[in-house]
């Protein structure tokens, strides 16, 4: 069974960080496409970054390029999202999501195939 489990959410200040994890089982990592979404209240989901076994360069939304960096760790089947100089308008549920297939990134909203839980991150000004 493929699975995502999200971890690393919490309250933190503005300009602080956090670091989100997403573990994988269930499929191959070295082919794949996998990324975070995040949900604030009141809103869509939005993807915040992603990366894609189809080329390896990291894709960012608009807002968080410059503050947020996605990196995987293949050995351990765990993308991390590091996640600098936060802002109230971060705060949100965060997701990862993965697709077992490389995509290009801008696509995977439409393919994903599996889900992670969500994690709460919370930012305060």
């Known amino acids: 069974e493929v699975q995502l489990q999200a971890s690393g959410g919490g309250l933190v200040q503005a300009g602080g960080s956090l670091r989100l994890s997403c573990a994988a089982s269930?499929?191959?990592?070295?082919?794949?496409?996998i990324g975070w979404f995040r949900q604030a209240p009141g809103k869509e989901r939005e993807g915040v970054s992603c990366i894609s076994s189809s080329d390896g360069t990291p894709v960012y939304a608009d807002p968080v390029k410059g503050r947020f960096t996605i990196s995987s760790d293949n050995a351990k089947n765990t993308v991390y999202l590091q996640m600098n100089s936060l802002k109230p308008e971060d705060t949100a549920v965060y997701y990862c999501a993965a697709a077992s297939r490389p995509l290009i990134c801008q696509t995977l909203g439409r393919y994903v195939e599996v889900w992670g839980q969500g994690t709460l991150v919370t930012v305060s000004s």
């Open positions: 269930g499929f191959t990592f070295s082919h794949y496409t």
